[in-house]
């Protein structure tokens, strides 16, 4: 079984920084693809930014130049470093990841969840 946990979340006034980060444990052989994704108050989960086995990213067209990703493929630890924060990035941000086991059993695992909410 694997498991994702979060953490890093938090109280930010406009303009200032926090930095996510998602630790996968258990039965894992290889991640391929991680991510995050955030989920506001009476909206739908959206993609912020997604990387690669090879450290290729994507971002959503909100984040770009804010927001970056990276990967400890040695932790299996994936990492949102998030800049100059805006109310409208308020939101639940979750963890996925596409995960495969010593027997080639492939999984999508989310994690919990972890609050960050920019206000002044």
């Known amino acids: 079984q694997v498991q994702l946990v979060e953490s890093g979340g938090g109280l930010v006034q406009p303009g200032g920084s926090l930095r996510l980060s998602c630790a996968a444990s258990?039965?894992?052989?290889?991640?391929?693809?991680m991510g995050w994704y955030r989920q506001a108050p009476g909206k739908q989960r959206e993609a912020v930014a997604t990387?690669?086995?090879?450290?290729?990213?994507n971002y959503a067209d909100s984040v770009k130049g804010r927001f970056t990703i990276s990967r400890d493929n040695a932790k299996n630890t994936v990492y949102l470093q998030m800049n100059s924060l805006k109310p409208e990035d308020t939101a639940v941000y979750y963890c996925?990841?596409?995960?495969?086991?010593?027997?080639?059993?492939?999984?999508?695992?989310w994690g919990q969840g972890t609050q960050v909410t920019v206000s002044s």
């Open positions: 258990g039965s894992i052989f290889s991640i391929n693809y």
């Open positions: 990387i690669g086995s090879s450290g290729s990213t």
């Open positions: 996925n990841a596409e995960i495969y086991g010593r027997y080639g059993q492939r999984s999508n695992s």
